[in-house]
């Protein structure tokens, strides 16, 4: 159970939000919404540990994030996360791997990249690949290790219509199985509804 308790963000001086309280369970998912420069990016980071807020606090079934426990549980996808372009796409999932302490054999990531329809391209420097597929490279790893925890910064951005029917299968599966996601995106997401926090 992911819990945020009385969250206060300010940036600069201007307070994006105060007194934001919401919980979200095994098998269930949040969609957080608003408009542009409304916090949705400053309050996943907050959710997910990297940032912290300027009252109230995060909790990982009652505990305040950023346990290394807690990292393991954690796949965060930020909006501007970037693939490193002179990795491959193998090796940048071998380096997100290692980056979160987690085992990843060769045969586990290239079946990763497979799913994401990137069989063939595994050992070609990223910076050869289009936006989309770079971004595919990102989105394998919410395959490649499992994590009940997903926070997702605009997962569907630049993602083709097949790629956007894939990922919203795999979250809706993932959330099926006792999986928690919380997420951003401007667009309706295809999923079975789920929690709408407001900003
Ligand atoms: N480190 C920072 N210092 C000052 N201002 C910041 C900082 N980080 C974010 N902001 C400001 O906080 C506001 C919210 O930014 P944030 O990226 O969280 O919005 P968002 O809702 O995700 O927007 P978008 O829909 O455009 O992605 C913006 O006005 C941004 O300029």
Same mark, same amino acid.
């Given at each position: 159970m992911l819990t945020a308790h009385r969250l206060t963000c300010v940036r600069?001086?201007?307070?994006?939000?105060?007194?934001?309280?919401?919980?979200?369970?095994?098998?269930?998912?949040?969609?957080?919404?608003?408009?542009?420069g409304a916090?949705?990016?400053s309050l996943l980071r907050i959710l997910a540990g990297l940032a912290h807020p300027e009252e109230g606090e995060v909790r990982w079934n009652?505990?305040?994030?950023?346990?290394?426990?807690?990292?393991?549980?954690?796949?965060?996808?930020?909006?501007r996360a970037a693939v490193k372009e002179d990795l491959t796409a193998l090796e940048n999932l071998e380096f997100a791997a290692a980056m979160d302490g987690v085992d990843l054999t060769r045969e586990e990531a290239e079946e990763a990249l497979g799913r994401f329809g990137l069989a063939g391209r595994e050992d070609l420097p990223v910076r050869f690949l289009s936006a989309g597929q770079k971004r595919r490279v990102l989105l394998a790893q919410t395959v /490649?290790? !499992?994590?009940?925890?997903?926070?997702?910064? +605009?997962?569907?951005?630049?993602?083709?219509?097949?790629a956007v029917d894939f990922l919203?299968?795999?979250?809706?599966?993932?959330?099926k199985a006792g999986g928690?996601?919380?997420?951003?995106?401007?667009? /309706?997401? !295809?999923?079975?509804?789920?929690?709408?926090? +407001?900003?």
């Open positions: 600069g001086t201007r307070p994006l939000f105060s007194g934001l309280e919401f919980s979200v369970g095994p098998g269930t998912w949040a969609h957080i919404r608003g408009p542009n916090g949705k990016t009652g505990t305040k994030v950023g346990s290394e426990e807690f990292r393991r549980e954690l796949m965060y996808l930020g909006h /490649a290790r !499992p994590a009940q925890l997903w926070i997702l910064d +605009e997962p569907f951005t630049a993602l083709d219509v097949k919203s299968n795999l979250i809706a599966d993932h959330v928690i996601a919380v997420m951003t995106s401007h667009q /309706a997401i !295809p999923l079975p509804p789920g929690q709408v926090v +407001e900003l």
